[in-house]
């Protein structure tokens, strides 16, 4: 059983982008293409899965979902390739190079109440 959950990214035919989580991140693509996904690509279809992130929990993807959710359309795609100096809510990797977060490890990093 995959234990991840996945912060998704779909370009749709609108041109827009439609963000989401899962942790079956074929099977919920799939339902978007076919039709049985959310509302939202139900009516603007999606082109192609832009991209997508690992999270070691559903509380962390939502986290992710949410803060990707407020930056503006140019900064979405580069969101789920970023490894460190994230938005609040989001995970800090703690590898090497070429490590990603669900390699490394995660350590949550609460950036509006950690202590200064």
């Given at each position: 059983?995959?234990?991840?959950?996945?912060?998704?990214?779909?370009?749709?035919?609108?041109?827009?982008?439609?963000?989401?989580?899962?942790?079956?991140?074929?099977?919920?693509?799939?339902?978007?293409?076919?039709?049985?996904?959310?509302?939202?690509?139900?009516?603007?279809?999606?082109?192609?899965?832009?991209?997508?992130?690992a999270y070691p929990d559903r509380?962390?993807?939502?986290?992710?979902?949410?803060?990707?959710?407020?930056?503006?359309?140019?900064?979405?795609?580069?969101?789920?390739?970023?490894?460190?100096?994230?938005?609040?809510?989001t995970r800090q990797a703690c590898?090497?190079?070429?490590?990603?977060?669900?390699?490394?490890?995660?350590?949550?990093?609460?950036?509006?109440?950690?202590?200064?």
């Amino acid at each position: 059983m995959n234990t991840h959950w996945y912060l998704y990214l779909i370009e749709c035919r609108n041109g827009a982008f439609y963000a989401g989580i899962t942790n079956d991140l074929e099977r919920r693509y799939a339902q978007h293409v076919a039709g049985r996904g959310a509302r939202y690509t139900r009516a603007n279809p999606p082109l192609r899965l832009v991209g997508s992130r690992a999270y070691p929990d559903r509380s962390a993807a939502a986290r992710a979902e949410y803060a990707i959710r407020q930056l503006p359309k140019s900064a979405k795609p580069s969101f789920l390739r970023q490894t460190a100096g994230k938005p609040p809510g989001t995970r800090q990797a703690c590898g090497g190079p070429g490590s990603t977060a669900v390699d490394a490890g995660l350590v949550d990093i609460d950036f509006d109440k950690r202590a200064i």
